[in-house]
């Protein structure tokens, strides 16, 4: 598999927490990853697994209610194409140009409730136009006229009639494709989408993702795309970082995970989603209890109260260590450790 | 089959939109339009379809939180929306429901004694050391540890707060319980534990579950037999396995089609059908197939014109047998989904 040897935009050991009333929340405790020019990362998770957070981080949209305590956010845009160096977003001035710039120009985000995320009291063309001007400096004719163009591109019927349509006069699935048009505005190199097909029907969702598909294609944009659903993983990823309780537990290139999971949550959670055309009619395996409060994070491995692999003294004392199996694989697993490099 | 425990027929649910000065009706949405189906005892039916398709509406019409604007809900042979207020309550202990979201669902100032033996306390049914008692013992079937009867919901996961409403709704012994999507807003790891929960309670007190999907791999999962919705129709009525391998309504295919597979080799299995967004005007359906203008079967003149019938194999059992909504549902050759076992 080829990928250039840089990075578009790279995490390493992000810190993120919030303050609540019971004490600090670590939601994002030590988290690395990398995504690629013109491929897609998907992060997948549960709830708590501090994976809309980590996306959030990137773009600085956590600092009110919470910190990013520690941790670097590179930036290789600017030198991938020859512009500039690579720079750490967490070192930006938080009012700055450049972090405005990055934001929604370099960066493009959607959000999974597509009508919460737009502005109720103006026209999705308002919005649109606005976003344009900022990012493309087009005078407002000319962004119109652009607007129209992407609302067509992104599959909305009859756009020069829409685009003075408020969000409320459109379908779920009609507003999320305007989300889309939005952050696709400025022509980013990234889009992070944080879990935009979960409120959607199935045969929304799959026009959404095949939209998603078809534009990466064609602008050779890289996708972080948020998820807790295996099927849309395995239907749109390159490569996988499965997250739990606030750290990447895995790894893997898609068809790797899928074939060969490592970690035990992984294969637990692999095991326990039933499967069209597998599991008719019969008793599901589970992973017993339920995701742990990231405030009483449990000691060692975090996943050990659950694992049915689980080493009594090693998993509940010592936090586990990160092997490197090679060609981007990783687990977070003493099951592994006489395997690969451990870190 | 046997004597069915619960029939639905002819079931239309109107809602007003606009009303003129007068105060009369001008414009209602059709939210369901003639819906017949009939329960066998034990069994597991499944109402899948998109959101809007009057699925969460016939449920609660099932069990009597919604009122129906004509047609008949029959119980055990008695028609139930025939029934005064008054005469209908004892019934309401045999049709119970279990809501989607386990969060907004449960009170949270009352503490699970309070809400799991909240029935038995309205009705003088138990009290003192019986309601205790049966209360935990609820609790023990459902997996709850007794010792938490005296706490508060916001204490709990959403796991174990959907086993806090099934609990609520066993708790009187009922026969037939209408889920309405109980597991689409929990955790992939904590779905499977209610699903085999809801599985294991059916075998033991021989419950009768109508379940409120959209999901089609937890229907297929679960399900006995499935009714598929649009528009307020059934438009597809079949025993899981068969409407699974060979649809034969071009909207069944067209939903399983959009189903994301998680396996990577089956990436672009061929065959994804998309679906063009144009939903009918539920205040005006149109003439014909309510699907036809999304439709990549649909025939000019055949699909667009009258009312086309749910229509019964002719060998099939009149009450449960397979049934589909479509003028060519003997002409087609649908795609459904090979199994494959793990």
């Not at chain 1, 512009?83 to 929604?104: A, C, H, W, Y």
């Not at chain 1, 999971?261 to 992984?266: A, D, F, G, N, R």
């Not at chain 1, 659950?306 to 936090?319: E, N, P």
């Amino acid at each position: 598999m080829e990928r250039p040897l840089q990075p578009l935009l790279e995490i390493s050991g992000l810190h993120t927490g919030f303050d609540t009333y019971d004490g600090r929340v670590r939601a994002v405790d030590g988290v690395d990853l990398a995504v690629h020019a013109g491929r897609t990362l998907c992060v997948v998770g549960e709830s708590g697994c501090g994976k809309s957070v980590t996306a959030r981080s990137i773009l600085r949209l956590v600092e009110d209610a919470g910190s990013i305590d520690a941790g670097a956010i590179t930036w290789h845009g600017d030198a991938n194409d020859g512009t500039g160096e690579p720079f750490d977003i967490l070192s930006l001035d938080p009012r700055g140009k450049r972090l405005q710039r990055l934001r929604g120009g370099d960066i493009g985000m959607i959000f999974q409730e597509p009508a919460a995320s737009l502005l109720p009291l103006r026209t999705i063309g308002a919005q649109l136009v606005e976003t344009l001007r900022i990012h493309t400096g087009l005078d407002k004719k000319a962004a119109r006229a652009r607007a129209v163009e992407l609302l067509d591109a992104v599959g909305i019927p009859d756009p020069k009639r829409r685009i003075d349509a408020y969000p409320f006069q459109l379908s779920g699935g009609m507003c999320q494709r305007a989300m889309i048009a939005i952050a696709l505005c400025a022509n980013p190199s990234l889009l992070i989408a944080d879990e935009p097909t979960t409120a959607l029907d199935v045969t929304t969702q799959a026009r959404i993702l095949d939209l998603i598909r078809s534009l990466q294609a064609e602008h050779h944009m890289a996708v972080m795309f948020i998820t807790h659903d295996l099927g849309v993983v395995a239907e749109l990823a390159d490569e996988v970082a499965v997250m739990y309780l606030g750290r990447v537990v895995e790894r893997a290139p898609v068809d790797e995970l899928f074939a060969d999971p490592k970690h035990p949550y992984t294969k637990a959670l692999l095991a326990s989603v039933p499967v069209l055309g597998r599991d008719r009619g019969r008793d599901l395996p589970t992973i017993p209890g339920a995701v742990p409060s990231p405030l009483h994070r449990p000691s060692g491995c975090s996943f050990h109260p659950r694992c049915a692999a689980a080493v009594a003294g090693r998993c509940d004392t010592d936090a586990p260590p990160e092997v490197d199996f090679g060609g981007g694989r990783t687990a977070e697993c003493v099951l592994y450790e006489t395997e690969g490099a451990s870190t | 089959m046997t004597d069915p425990i619960l029939e639905v027929r002819d079931l239309h649910v109107r809602f007003p939109v606009r009303r003129n000065l007068l105060g009369r009706t001008t414009v209602e949405n059709h939210a369901v339009s003639g819906v017949d189906l009939a329960l066998a005892p034990g069994e597991t039916m499944a109402l899948v379809g998109e959101s809007g398709c009057g699925k969460t509406t016939l449920g609660s019409t099932i069990v009597g939180a919604q009122r129906a604007t004509s047609g008949e809900v029959v119980y055990d042979g008695l028609s139930l929306t025939a029934m005064s207020e008054r005469r209908r309550a004892p019934y309401r202990r045999q049709i119970r429901m279990v809501f989607q979201d386990p969060f907004s669902s449960l009170n949270p100032r009352f503490t699970l004694r309070q809400i799991i033996g909240d029935p038995l306390i309205a009705t003088g049914e138990a009290r003192g050391s019986e309601l205790e008692d049966r209360i935990a013992e609820m609790m023990r079937r459902v997996g709850l540890s007794p010792d938490y009867m005296d706490r508060y919901p916001h204490a709990f996961s959403g796991g174990q707060r959907q086993r806090v409403n099934i609990a609520r709704a066993l708790i009187v012994n009922p026969r037939l319980v209408v889920a309405d999507e109980p597991v689409s807003a929990l955790d992939v790891s904590v779905r499977a534990q209610i699903l085999n929960l809801l599985r294991e309670l059916q075998a033991e007190l021989g419950l009768t579950y109508l379940f409120i999907s959209h999901d089609l791999s937890v229907v297929e999962n679960l399900a006995d037999r499935v009714a598929v919705m649009y528009f307020g129709r059934i438009v597809e009525l079949a025993d899981t396995a068969s409407l699974y391998e060979r649809p034969r309504h071009p909207y069944t295919e067209a939903l399983m089609s959009a189903v994301p597979i998680p396996d990577p080799a089956l990436k672009g299995r061929g065959g994804r059908i998309l679906l063009p967004d144009e939903l009918p005007d539920p205040a005006d359906p149109p003439p014909g197939c309510a699907f036809a203008r999304r439709c990549r079967h649909a025939e000019a003149g055949r699909c667009d014109t009258g009312e086309i019938p749910l229509e019964r194999d002719a060998a099939a059992d009149p009450l449960t047998g397979r049934a589909v909504r479509c003028v060519r549902r003997d002409e087609l050759d649908l795609q459904g989904i090979a199994v494959t076992p793990s």
